[in-house]
């Protein structure tokens, strides 16, 4: 960009701690005709003042120097003129501060080291952001939507015909787009269609009501904008949102359907019983699980398995092999509803039955809890927390249980008909193929690694997602749920899936950057195939050809930029945010000369967590080293190495990595993005060696979007550490 203006705001105490005419001066100096200061840019007034001078002045970039770009985004919205915001407000003013040894706050008079008082560092610091500023603006371009050459498709695909998979069709088709549903059952229905009732689904919670998935399946077979295939699977699909080839195959044909996005909902299968033998499975008669159970009460067959005798009495063992680290680790959520249902069976088929629920912890969702509270009013049902000790064969074909620690505070010993074991709930998905997607990543979701098949998603940030964009799971394959969170959540992901064809019909991405219209460009004739992209992108947004060149997918692709902050040859860059210009915005700072302790430190911010965390510290007027220079990034995952050197090349005596948390319960919005950039400080500790550095002026820290205190003793920490080190020996070269 070449006509670029700057904007400074003399407002919200920008005028009382910087000389608006110094940073004035500081613009022209770069060469900026355009420049102007003005109260309240913000207000109706300021943005017709801005408006007028872009106008006059023919401005095709302005740098608007006021407050966060987290805030007033919509304001500051110029059309086709780029805008750079500079965080004068809650990056400077209302975040830096001369503090004393009590943690008292200081005159910005008071000098800080030889000869330089802090004032003078807080225009250092409102000065380098200006020119980081002016030098972005040079390197930007205005990103242009995303255009596939081949027609997009706003068919929708729902892949399992049960409860969730039937209200996704519906909803999606209700909202005008084309539906085709894929069942590899002969009938739809799923579960919900076999068993005898469930819990209902809307107040008052306290009834059993016919399945609601007969009426689902009538509306479904009835609406003109639903295809459905019974009986098929889907054996491939390729391609990318919008633009998917999906072959759908029935008993020995293949029909191939363009697809826009996929709704996942192909449910769970009850966990292998054969696996609980300490409970009795498969080796006392009358013990079944409690999808047996169901099936036994649907088709009228309440009685003894073993001999056809009447049932008179019935004991249920919750979480049989859930919650265990030998089997399930997880609650499947359901399971307590489902025994007290199965309870309630018993009771209305014969009033003189008994049930007893042997429990560690009863769950009953929201208000679920009005259902379980009808059951405790009834005097033939049994609740008591305990642990099961044995199942064993009693008289007279009866199973004898043992119960410990019981809310008795003694063992008892209970002989009943029937067994029932509370088994949980599996994801289809871990136990056959589904997708088989076309993908270098592999056919199927990436899975949660101690979850058994559930699809990886970012359950803080964003649930309905998961990491393979265009593709939403929904029901009991996304994650355990009882019926009405069922069809819940396949609301959510029929919406997800509308938003997704929305965002690629316009050009944009999907969440989390939903406004973003750049997408990353490789200059292939650089690349040496070393496919760290095609490896490292949390998306699957890539494929290879036959010489390992990476195929970009774009409208598969987040713009978390992982790929740009991987590739080692520096080829891949956004038309906004390019290795050129970081490292031009570095190379514009102004470095102190060495031996007057003017410390000068870099840090790299992910702009999901740490960078609305550094705001909100301003809001609350606490404060971070004056030394710091900011600059937000996508991800931790978009931070080149270059960026490194660079600033450790330009003089900076260190450089601070904020990111979002990693591991098990990860925060990252981009999955992978603050582990990957762990994984590359061996690359930057080669770095550092290369420039005979110490290895700590390097350092990677993780915070949550609400650790402030942790971010202000991190920072000071740092600060502290390197310049027990000393200055940079490259500051000033």
Known sequence: MEKIGVFICKSCGIADRLNIEELEAKAREQGI?????????????????????????????ISICACSFRVNYDVFNFGRVA???????????????????NGEILEDSVEITSGVTFKDELMALAKDYINMSIAKLRSYKLPEPFKPEEEISKTILVIGGGVAGLTAALECAKAGYEVVLVEKEKELGGFVAKMKAHCETKPPYRNLVEPVVKGLISEVEKHEKIKVYKGATVSSIAGGPGLYKVKIKISAKEEEVKIGAVVLAVGFKPYDASKLSHLGYGVVPNVV??????????????TRPSDGAPIKSVLFIQCAGQRDE????????????????????????????????????????????????????????FLTKGEVVSVGEGENGKVKVVVDNTLLGEKIELEVDLVVLATGMVPVTATEPVLNLEYRQGPALPELELFYGYADSNYICFPYETRRTGIYAAGAVHQPMTI??????????????????????????????????????????????????????????????????????????????????????????????????????????????QGYERYRFMAFVCENDAYPALDMLAYKRMSIPVSFRVIPVRCLGAVNVAFVKDAMSK????????????????????????????????????????????????????VAIDDLEKIVKVSRDFAETIKSYGENP????
């Open 83 to 101: 805008v750079d915001r500079v965080s004068l407000r809650e990056g400077v003013v209302w975040s830096r501060f001369p503090v004393g040894e």
């Open 326 to 381: 030998n089997h399930l680790p997880y609650c499947s959520g359901f399971c307590c509803l489902a025994s007290l249902k199965q309870a309630k069976y018993i009771r209305e088929a014969d009033p003189e039955a008994k049930a007893y629920i042997v429990y560690e912890y009863m769950r009953t969702m929201g208000i679920y809890e009005n259902f379980y509270k009808t059951l405790q009013d009834d005097p033939g049902i």
């Open 33 to 61: 005709n355009s420049v102007y200061s003005a109260d309240f840019l913000c207000s109706k007034e300021g943005k017709e003042f801005i408006n007028t001078k872009i106008q006059e002045d023919g401005l095709e970039a």
């Open 651 to 702: 003089g900076y005596d260190g450089i601070l990595l904020l990111g979002c948390k990693f591991g098990e319960n990860y925060q990252c919005h981009f999955i992978k993005g603050s582990e990957l950039a762990n994984r590359r400080m061996e690359n930057v500790q080669e770095t550092l060696q290369q420039l005979a550095l110490e290895m700590e002026r390097v350092t990677i820290d993780t």
């Open 289 to 302: 699980t409690n999808v047996e159970f169901e099936k036994m009460a649907a088709e009228g067959k309440v």
């Open 484 to 593: 009405d969170q069922a069809i819940e959540d396949a609301r959510g992901a029929a919406l997800k899936a509308i938003q997704c064809l929305t965002a690629i019909e316009v050009g944009h991405a999907v969440h989390p950057r939903t406004w973003d219209y750049a997408y990353p460009e490789w200059d292939l004739k650089m690349c040496t195939q070393c496919k760290r992209c095609t490896e490292e992108c949390p998306f699957g947004a890539l494929n290879e050809d036959e010489k390992a060149f990476p195929i970009p997918f774009i409208t598969r692709c987040r713009r978390c930029g992982t790929c740009f902050g991987a590739c080692p040859q520096r080829i891949i860059n956004f038309k906004d945010y390019s290795i050129d210009m970081i490292g031009n915005m570095i190379k514009a700072t102004e470095m102190p000369e």
């Open 730 to 733: 490259f500051k000033g070269w």
